[in-house]
Nanobody
Framework: QVQLVESGGGLVQAGGSLRLSCAAS????????MNWYRRAPGKQRDLVAT???????NYADSVKGRFTIARDNAKNTVFLQMDSLKPEDTAVYYC???????????WGQGTQVTVSS
């Protein structure tokens, strides 16, 4: 079993920065793919960023050049550095772990990010 706990959310003005963290506990493997998703009010949950065990990354077009995902395998932690934040980035951000090609998925409880204009 895997537990994921996000932290680092909060209220920030447009143009500001936040750094989210996701601490994973349990049986974590270097091959696990780590993701950040977000759900804005009244919208579906969208994929924001992905990082593989080897460090390959992928980003949603809406955050490219502003967000950076990173992982510390030794500490079983994944980060999301969010810069140049916009009001439309306001959402609950979720950390997730994919295993076995996504057949097994674990989710954190989410952390609220609010960007004021």
């Amino acid at each position: 079993q895997v537990q994921l706990v996000e932290s680092g959310g909060g209220l920030v003005q447009a143009g500001g920065s936040l750094r989210l963290s996701c601490a994973a506990s349990g049986s974590i493997f270097s091959s696990d793919v780590m993701n950040w998703y977000r759900r804005a009010p009244g919208k579906q949950r969208d994929l924001v960023a992905t990082i593989t065990g080897g460090g390959s990354t992928n980003y949603a077009d809406s955050v490219k050049g502003r967000f950076t995902i990173a992982r510390d395998n030794a500490k079983n932690t994944v980060f999301l550095q969010m810069d140049s934040l916009k009001p439309e980035d306001t959402a609950v951000y979720y950390c997730s772990l994919y295993r076995d090609g996504g057949l097994t998925r674990y989710w954190g409880q989410g952390t609220q990010v609010t960007v004021s204009s």
